[in-house]
């Protein structure tokens, strides 16, 4: 286990040195001056494993080796980049790889990007998204804070979000009961993310 925190200022003041220090008893912990740029790396992260995860019902290394999936993961992290760089943000290193990449990953294919998902595919272990946990128990989920909030600041800034918005509205139709979690919702959201039949 280990924590990133930091000041949203970016300053590196007594208290956030005092509160390493602590979390430094029990963890690594590393003070960043730009926390907000390491929310935004988690929110594109958390937008692309959460969503296909509520609309599938598939633990993460499944997911990871569907190329359909990895094209959506690419498309829903460029986005996410894209509204957080509009906000001011510097957006840090996405599952390791420069947010750069990710946001011209959906135009040029890039092989560090392809990798990293491929790796993450190999992984076996049946590990669910909490957004699964939530449907699977008939809870709501957190959707609308993490590919709605996109959606929603991406509106602010002018920068169209079609990825998320996709996976937002079916992610909202299982968790309604209009739609089950299934596999097949794979091809469905494919299909409407690249206007293909």
């Known amino acids: 286990m280990s924590f990133i925190i930091g000041e949203l200022n970016g300053e590196i003041t007594p208290r956030i040195q005092e509160i390493a220090r ?10 960043s001056t730009n926390i907000m740029g390491h929310l935004w790396a ?35 992290a460029a986005e996410v980049i894209a509204v957080g760089k509009a906000l001011g943000y510097k957006v840090e290193p996405v599952l390791g790889i420069n947010a750069d990449l ?3 990953s959906t135009e040029t294919h ?19 998204s909490s957004l699964f946990h939530d449907i699977f128990k ?8 993490l590919n709605g909030y996109v959606i929603r600041r991406g509106k602010d800034v002018g920068i169209p979000t079609p990825a998320n918005e996709v996976v937002y509205r079916l992610v909202k139709e299982v ?7 299934s596999l097949d919702n794979v091809a469905t959201a494919y299909r409407l993310i690249t206007g293909t039949q």
């Open 175 to 181: 968790e309604e009961g209009k739609l089950k979690y």
């Open 138 to 145: 008939g809870r709501p989920t957190e959707i609308d804070w």
């Open 110 to 128: 890039n092989d560090a990007i392809e990798q990293v998902m491929l790796e993450r595919g190999k992984d076996n272990r049946k590990h669910y």
């Open 102 to 104: 990710w946001e011209r």
């Open 22 to 31: 602590i979390l430094n008893l029990c963890a690594t912990c590393e003070i």
């Open 42 to 76: 988690k929110l594109a992260t958390n937008c692309m494993g959460n969503a296909m995860a509520g609309i599938t019902g598939c633990f993460a290394g499944r997911l990871f080796r569907d190329e359909r999936v990895r094209y959506i993961y690419r498309r829903i």
